[in-house]
């Protein structure tokens, strides 16, 4: 269950579990946790394909952004994938979830405390500054890409803001 928990936290990718426990509460904590279907033994293996082809009908990715601008900025969660000039970014899931907090409004000032409720879902206690090694690990990554742009912003005394043609 907590690997459905950690998976949740930086992607929506599906999540089917396949487990032994048959309770009621058992099944409501997988789902509430993030798990799309839950199936218990005994199954059979059809079952368990009906189920998987069933959820990946429901998954749509083909919701990417389509950007041949050539300054585009391609964040595609279920593949943990993220482009930049249609050149890949090698991201950490820190960073991967940072950058989507902040694709997420564009032009938009995200304070500290905001990007860190985007950052650790899972209730670690952590110092406001980490978003400052973030930022400045993520901007290098964006700057090898686009090295004549600043994409984010620090806003003195707010936070930081993204600002990229998305």
Do not use: W
């Not at 595609?76 to 090698?90: I, S, Y």
């Not at 993520?138 to 806003?155: A, F, G, T, V, Y």
């Amino acid at each position: 269950m907590d690997i459905c928990r950690e998976i949740r936290a930086f992607s929506n990718v599906p999540i089917i579990m396949v487990t032994a426990k048959v309770e009621e509460i058992d099944r409501l904590l997988g789902l509430e946790l993030g798990a799309d279907d839950y199936v218990c033994k005994p199954y059979s293996p059809r079952e368990v394909m009906a189920r998987v082809k069933a959820v990946l009908r429901r998954t749509d990715t083909s919701l990417q952004p389509n950007d041949s601008s050539g300054q585009g900025l391609v964040l595609d969660e279920t593949r943990f994938l993220a482009k930049l000039n249609d050149q890949p970014l090698d991201l950490t899931p820190v960073e991967f979830r940072l950058l989507k907090a902040l694709t997420a409004l564009p032009g938009r000032v995200f304070s500290r405390a905001q990007l860190l409720e985007h950052l650790y879902t899972d209730g670690r206690v952590v110092c406001d500054r980490t978003v400052d090694t973030h930022i400045k690990n993520l901007r290098k990554k964006l700057e090898e890409k686009l090295p004549e742009q600043e994409i984010i912003h620090s806003i003195y005394g707010i936070g930081y803001k993204l600002e990229i043609e998305l």
